[in-house]
């Protein structure tokens, strides 16, 4: 059970790096475009800030968390079993 759950929230957190990532590169390709008065998105991605980019970002550090804590907890339960 605790692997299948750890293997899936990875690859979610492998999905959500890719999205944070690509949310990053638009951001500044839309803010040199904006700088230099070519329209590459900055409008819409402001729009997706907050109900798309950020969360995206929250999830990322709590998953990131939790998987850390799931290996500790994991870890304390094996050396005390042994």
């Known amino acids: 059970m ?3 759950f750890l293997t899936w929230l990875n690859r979610l957190l492998v999905a ?3 999205l944070v990532l ?3 590169l638009w951001f500044a390709v ?3 475009g904006h700088s230099i008065g070519f329209p590459l998105g ?3 991605w402001y729009k997706l800030w907050q109900p798309v980019f950020n969360p995206a970002i929250g999830i990322l550090f709590l998953g990131a968390f939790l998987s850390w804590l799931i290996g500790k907890i994991s870890k304390q339960f094996d ?3 042994n």
Request: overall charge negative.
């Open 2 to 4: 605790k692997e299948t």
């Open 16 to 18: 959500d790096v890719f």
């Open 22 to 24: 690509f949310a990053f």
């Open 30 to 32: 839309a803010v040199i």
């Open 42 to 44: 900055f409008d819409l």
């Open 79 to 81: 050396t005390n079993s």
